[in-house]
């Protein structure tokens, strides 16, 4: 029974397209997030979400939308893909925000833009 | 912001020897340190860590030392086995927003 599931898990699409990429956990967690990982391994906070409201937005470029339909999805909207957003997408949660560190992430999902 | 660094960014050593890596933390105020390990096209997953009250922690042949004063911390791993192999992150959490600040990560790779 997975606990962090997202998809795809593999996306390869052109230059200016729009994709999503879908997040769900069963772990009853209060707080999601979506990490990039790139080429060089990386990983890289991008969004935090706490019972659906947004706690960290990092320096990402308005292209990228979270967006949390209740505490146990997280989905990753990207609207005119660039070169440069091939990655590795990790979503992850974790019990709380304030005081349990441990963070389960999904198994990633590859995005290649060509 | 708090800026974590990670060394080496590499290591191999033969099977049955030890692995040291070396992390430093920028923030005084940094209070839990975890180490997570990724796995060829696998996920990061936790595989211990450590709180600013404890000096050291060990599980099995993992172990973790924090020095607060330095702002340093390190994974040891002993009796290295080929299962040992994969990318290791050191992180520091400073803030109670659940914000974790990742290492470069260390590539070992453990030879028999």
């Known amino acids: 029974d997975t606990a962090v599931s997202q998809t795809p898990k593999y996306l390869v699409t052109q230059m200016g397209n729009d994709k999503s990429i879908k997040c769900e956990q069963n772990?009853?967690?209060?707080?999601m997030y979506w990490y990039k990982q790139d080429s060089k391994k990386f990983l890289k906070i991008m969004f935090s979400?706490?019972?659906?409201?947004?706690?960290i937005n990092e320096t990402v470029p308005n292209r990228f939308s979270p967006k949390s339909p209740d505490k146990a999805h997280l989905n990753l909207h990207i609207n005119s893909l660039e070169l440069g957003d091939s990655a590795v997408y990790f979503c992850?949660?974790?019990?709380?925000?304030?005081?349990?560190?441990?963070?389960?992430f999904g198994e990633g999902s590859r995005l290649t833009v060509l | 912001g708090e800026n974590v660094e990670q060394h080496p960014s590499t290591l191999s050593v033969q099977e049955g020897d030890s692995a040291v890596i070396k992390c430093t933390y920028s923030?005084?105020?940094?209070?839990?340190f975890p180490w997570y390990k990724q796995e060829l096209g696998k996920r990061p997953q936790l595989i211990i860590d450590?709180?600013?009250?404890?000096g050291e922690k060990k599980d099995q042949r993992i172990a973790v030392t924090l020095n607060k004063t330095a702002k340093h911390f390190s994974l040891h791993i002993t009796e290295t086995q080929p299962e040992d192999s994969a990318v290791y992150f050191c992180?520091?959490?400073?803030?109670?927003?659940?914000?974790?600040?990742f290492g470069a990560g260390t590539q070992v790779v453990v030879t028999p």
């Open positions: 979400y706490n019972n659906k409201e947004l706690i």
């Open positions: 923030d005084s105020a940094s209070n839990y």
């Open positions: 772990l009853g967690h209060d707080t």
């Open positions: 450590i709180r600013s009250n404890v």
């Open positions: 992850a949660s974790s019990q709380d925000i304030a005081n349990t560190g441990e963070l389960f």
């Open positions: 992180a520091a959490r400073t803030d109670s927003w659940g914000k974790l600040q």
